[in-house]
């Protein structure tokens, strides 16, 4: 298993160089730049240019992209062009939130869709696969930061019952940081959980049908022990498979929603970076994100050998 891991870990090297690269040509496409930004408005084209020259905005892209990925292979994501501050230091303060809020998410994803899945899968065909079907297609429709704002307009401008904005730190109140995150974790969870409790229905559903569920029927075993014990661990196969593939789309929801809730995230460091033309801090968070992605994929890995013991069998013969 341990070479399994290494191999999947040294494939994911040669993933990051394309997103990087194709990152790095993107945001060089776009118009303006970090001197456009900070020139004044009765700045001459002369002293911008004088400024770009300074910044190393006219050299090459291949030399800048050079200089930037030999910085990022040390752990080093650079210097904000805007105020000179240290990317990795913005990172290190503004990931946490952004964690917090991707693992709330899928917390909240996974209680709303494994119950209503294994329910729609044991109740098939009738009201109430029929209503679980009809939220699974809502939360497909419904875009994260849309429903953000719906919470936002009944829950705190209508109720009063949440803060629409802002973040508390865990370590200074743990009730006001759940009382912030709580809207925006549903937000999200919400749409991920819908693509979950499609596919545990299903996974569910193609479990029934096989013959040692019909063997443990004939012994007189409870339904729920049958569903929870035997069904359920072999349906989660395919389940985690679904849920680690949307893992960049829980990522993503959390980016956009951070700037509807206005919390301290990477979302809204990466937001306001590309206002501010401050490309350098746009790389950083986005190869951040990029980079734990690629590791829970290779978790997903992982947790299938802990969850179908024939993969680490198979991988012994190997």
């Keep these: 298993m341990i070479v399994s891991i290494g191999k999947k870990l040294l494939t994911a090297i040669p993933v990051l160089l394309i997103v990087s690269i194709v990152l790095f040509i993107l945001l060089n496409a776009l118009p303006g730049d970090a001197a ?62 952004t964690l917090e809020l991707t693992l709330l998410a899928m917390i909240v994803a996974i209680l709303i869709a494994l119950p209503l899945g294994i329910a729609s899968a044991t109740h098939r065909n009738s009201f109430l696969d029929s209503v679980c079907s009809f939220f699974a297609m809502l939360g497909q429709a419904m875009p994260h930061f849309w429903l953000g704002m719906l919470m936002v307009l009944l829950f705190s401008v209508q109720l009063h019952w949440l803060p629409a904005s802002g973040y508390v730190a865990i370590s200074e109140s743990l009730g006001k940081n759940l009382l912030r995150m709580l809207m925006p974790a549903v937000a999200i969870g919400f749409t991920f959980a819908a693509t979950v409790m499609r596919q545990t229905r299903s996974a569910v559903l193609d479990v029934l049908d096989q013959d040692y569920i019909s063997t443990a029927k004939a012994k007189g075993l409870p339904g729920r022990v049958i569903i929870w014990k035997h069904a359920l661990k072999n349906a989660l196969i395919p389940v985690v498979t679904v849920m680690g593939l949307q893992t960049g789309r829980l990522f993503g929801g959390a980016i956009v929603v951070e700037t509807v809730f206005a919390m301290p995230g990477l979302g809204t460091a990466i937001v306001n970076s590309i206002y501010s033309r401050d490309y350098q801090v746009t790389l950083g968070c986005v190869m951040t994100v990029a980079i734990i992605i690629i590791l829970i994929n290779t978790l997903v890995d992982i947790l299938y050998v802990v969850i179908d013991p024939r993969i680490s069998h198979r991988q012994k013969e190997a």
């Design 36 to 97: 456009d930004a900070l020139a004044s408005m009765d700045a001459s084209p002369e002293e911008i240019e004088q400024m770009r020259e300074d910044m190393g905005l006219n050299d090459p892209i291949y030399v800048k992209y050079w200089n930037w990925i030999s910085d990022v292979a040390q752990g080093n994501f650079g210097t904000s062009l805007i105020n000179g501050s240290s990317v990795s230091e913005k990172i290190e303060q503004r990931f946490p939130v």
